[in-house]
């Protein structure tokens, strides 16, 4: 049973405009949130992460919005450039601070940006 | 600074050969992390030691082996390959205190 959803398996964007992809979760002990992009042929790179106790973190043109409630949380892109083409992985953990369990993955989204 | 590394980059084994998948990190973190993707899926994890001495199964352990030599390498064994276990195995290593992993290149492993 998947604890971490990423429904859709890709999404395409024209470059400038906002990508936003989603994430849902159904493991109520999950506390802290991270997504990752991944390039083929390499290993998945660390982009932002949030914790259980917010509800929105900003990167630069990155930002993660959680709704526990809803167990939801989504990645906006804004503004969409061409190295952004990637898969994203949102990931969980029940631990936030040092714990030491590892990471659980979702299925991960392709975005691609059209020029 | 290298970060993580993984050796091989790519293995062709056939059903039944065994061999130890390296990794090493010069961060000094604590823990350490294997995971393994196949096609369609999302990571996921075969080991992990929070700290050098102790290693504990993750979500799918079984066929696999680790071995945490000391606080930079963490090995992963498959002592008899099943074409199961055909997929992309990737390290990771997270410092104490924080919250994200960092992740090797990956092994590219074929089990025919």
């Known amino acids: 049973d998947q604890q971490v959803k990423q429904n859709s398996p890709s999404l395409s964007v024209q470059e400038g405009r906002i990508s936003i992809l989603n994430c849902d979760y159904t493991?109520?002990?999950?506390?802290?949130f991270l997504w990752y992009k991944k390039y083929p042929a390499e290993g998945p790179t660390f982009l932002i992460s949030i914790s259980s106790i917010k509800d929105k973190n900003e990167d630069g043109r990155f930002t993660v919005f959680l709704n526990k409630s809803a167990k939801h949380l989504s990645l906006h892109i804004v503004p969409s450039q061409p190295g952004d083409s990637a898969v994203y992985f949102c990931a969980a953990s029940e631990y936030s601070g040092g714990g030491a369990d590892g990471l659980t993955f979702g299925k991960g989204t392709h975005l691609i940006i059209q020029p | 600074n290298a970060g993580v590394t993984q050796t091989p980059k790519f293995q062709v084994l056939k059903t039944g050969q065994s061999m130890t998948l390296q990794c090493a990190q010069d961060?000094?973190?604590?823990?350490m992390y294997w995971y393994r993707q196949d096609p369609g899926m999302g990571l996921r994890l075969i080991y992990y030691?929070?700290?050098?001495?102790?290693?504990d199964k993750g979500e799918v352990p079984n066929g696999y082996n680790v071995s945490r030599l000391n606080k930079r390498e963490f090995s992963l064994r498959l002592e008899s390959a099943a074409p199961s276990q055909t997929s992309v195995y990737f390290c990771?290593?997270?410092?104490?205190?924080?919250?994200?992993?960092?992740f090797g290149p990956g092994t590219r492993l074929t089990v025919t």
């Open positions: 961060m000094n973190h604590n823990s």
């Open positions: 030691s929070a700290s050098e001495g102790t290693t």
């Open positions: 493991n109520s002990m999950f506390d802290y």
């Open positions: 990771a290593s997270r410092w104490q205190g924080g919250d994200e992993q960092y």
